[in-house]
């Protein structure tokens, strides 16, 4: 088998395919996704310890061997997994064949990209996977599964005029650490998905990025004061510390004192939660257009959601789906 893999480099790959493993950023998550657990070898010592929802579905994840630390392991101990192949994300041509050097295991490099400017590189990952494990056909639902509901998310969302779109802006967005308010994004996914009005949007490209952050200054955010402010979880206490340390932020917030600010559930944890961007899309086109979502159930559809991304697992067990909330003003 012959793999032309996401920085060009063209990696031959023979006999059976009984072990992987996924190193740096999003890797694991994307092996979770493809349904082949029983394969993997391994994990970098990190995703044995800290929750993330690949591992509170796959629990499993946790008992495997240790394959080093954080952003690519150590090859001594990839070694002594025994993988027959290695994915990789965030990798360079050089850095990947340093690695195929080193433990003469082919090096397969991946991309976690974003899913509003990029998905289908993240899709081309997925195939990749799907290829060498033999698991197309895997690849190709999931992949469809996503378009879908991004298909369906832009017809509920495309006809409403842009003076019935009220201005959002999302604030603790979590970039390798947490941040407070300050922390946004540019081309934030759920928004585009639901054609919602991100102030957001507005920064210079240049100045955004969706590994290392995009950031606001306060005056900036006190300006555009949006309509609707929505605050990832991973970083609400830093949101809360912020508006609570600074009376003229939360004073001059409309979206504050109307009390139209709602939490969502993490978009980043050692890259993005994919699963958690279709949740998050949904549960903000419901609370922006209840009139244009209001047959559409949201606990049925994160149900569903989860169980695509991760199958037979229990949903009850990656997230609480009532943590897409409304914030209460006294709790600010």
């Known amino acids: ?35 082949i657990v029983p394969l993997i070898a391994g994990v970098e010592e990190p995703d044995k310890r800290d929750e993330r929802p690949y591992t509170l579905a796959r629990p499993a994840l946790k008992e495997l ?36 050097r080193q433990t003469g295991i082919p090096v397969v490099a991946l991309e976690c990209t974003d899913l509003g400017t990029a998905n289908d590189t993240l ?10 494990t033999g698991r197309e056909a895997r690849a190709d639902s999931l992949i469809s599964f996503i378009r879908s509901n991004i298909r369906e998310l832009n017809g509920l969302t495309a006809g409403i005029p842009a003076s019935e779109r009220p201005t959002v802006y999302v604030g603790g967005l979590s970039y390798s650490m947490s941040y407070g ?40 955010l006190m300006r555009w004061d949006p309509d609707y402010i929505f605050v990832d979880q991973s970083g609400y206490p830093l949101v809360v510390n912020d508006l609570q340390n600074r009376p003229a932020l ?53 149900t569903e959601i989860l169980q695509a991304f991760y199958p037979g697992a229990d949903p009850e067990k990656i997230t609480d789906k009532r943590a897409l909330r409304p914030i209460d003003a006294d709790q600010l």
């Open 1 to 35: 088998m012959v793999i032309e893999d996401l920085t060009g480099r063209t990696v031959e790959i023979s006999g059976e395919i009984n072990r992987v493993v996924g190193l740096r950023a999003g890797a694991l998550r994307l092996l979770t996704y493809m349904d």
């Open 65 to 100: 061997p240790p394959l080093g630390p954080i952003m690519g392991g150590d090859p001594e101990m990839i070694l002594a997994a025994r993988p027959d192949v290695i994915f990789k994300t965030y990798s360079t041509r050089e850095d990947a064949d340093k690695l195929q």
């Open 123 to 132: 899709f081309t990952s997925l195939r990749i996977i799907g290829k060498v």
């Open 181 to 220: 308010i300050s922390a946004t994004h540019a081309n934030f996914a759920p928004f585009m998905f639901v054609n919602a009005d991100n102030v957001a949007s507005s920064i210079d490209k240049r100045l955004t990025s969706h590994v290392s952050g995009t950031f606001v200054d306060i005056e900036q």
């Open 250 to 302: 939360k004073n001059s917030l409309g979206a504050v004192r109307n009390e139209q600010i709602h939490t969502l559930l993490p978009y980043n944890n050692y890259a993005t939660n994919y699963e958690f961007v279709l949740l998050n899309a949904w549960y903000i086109g419901q609370v922006l257009y209840p009139d244009h979502f209001g047959d559409t159930a949201f606990e049925d559809r994160a």
